[in-house]
C-alpha cells in the first residue's frame, strides 16, 4: 500500500481539526480528527496511527484520503439510508417540558410519569402517537431516566409515627 500522508495544515486547517477534536460529542469524529493530527503534525505512518487510535489500518487510511479529499466535512459520517424521523423539534421540547413537570401540575389523575403515560399525554398535546421503544430511545438520547415509583406506607392516624417508632424499637430488641 502506498503511504498516506498528510500535508502540513496551514493555521486554519489545525484550528478547524483541533476545535472539532475538543467540542465533539462523538468519540469516531475526534477518533479520526486525531489520525489526521497525528499524520500531520507528528508524520507518523498509517500502521503506526493505527496502533494509537486502535483501528485496522484500512480505517485509518480510508479516512486520511477522505480527509485529504473533502477537508474537514469529509470526517464526519455519511448521510445514512432510511426513512427520516418524524420526531420534530417541536415535539423533542413538548417532551421536555412534560417531563420536568410533575403529572399532577398538569391536571393529571397521578404523581408519576411512565412510559405509556407520557406516550399518552404527548399523543394529545401533539396529535403524534410514537412506540414504547421510540419514547424510551428519546428519553435516553435525552438524559431522562424515569424513577421507579417509592412505595411509603403512610396512615391518617395522628399517632401513627409514634407507634411507627414504639414497633421500630421492639423488633430491634
Given amino acids: ?10 493555521d486554519r486547517q489545525r484550528d478547524g481539526l483541533e476545535r472539532l477534536y475538543r467540542t465533539t460529542k ?6 479520526r480528527a486525531q489520525m489526521v493530527l497525528l499524520s500531520a503534525e507528528q508524520g507518523l505512518k498509517v500502521s503506526e ?10 480505517t485509518v487510511a480510508r479516512w486520511l484520503k477522505r480527509y485529504r479529499a473533502e477537508g474537514l466535512e469529509g470526517l464526519k459520517d455519511a448521510p445514512r439510508p432510511g426513512r427520516p424521523s418524524e420526531i420534530t423539534e417541536d415535539y423533542r421540547s413538548k417532551l421536555q417540558a412534560a417531563v420536568r413537570r410533575r403529572p399532577r401540575s398538569l391536571d393529571l389523575p397521578y404523581s408519576l410519569w411512565t412510559l405509556q403515560r407520557l406516550i399518552d399525554y404527548l399523543a394529545e398535546e401533539t396529535g403524534q402517537r410514537v412506540s414504547m421503544e421510540t419514547m424510551r430511545q428519546l428519553l435516553k438520547r435525552n438524559g431522562i431516566v424515569l424513577s421507579r415509583p417509592q412505595h411509603k406506607i403512610s396512615s391518617p392516624d395522628p399517632e401513627y409515627a409514634v407507634k411507627k417508632r414504639r414497633l421500630k424499637t421492639r423488633v430491634a430488641s
Fill in 26 to 31: 462523538l468519540p469516531r469524529l475526534r477518533t
Fill in 1 to 10: 500500500m502506498k503511504a498516506i500522508r498528510i500535508p502540513p495544515l496551514t
Fill in 49 to 58: 496511527i493505527a496502533a494509537i487510535v486502535r483501528e485496522s489500518t484500512d
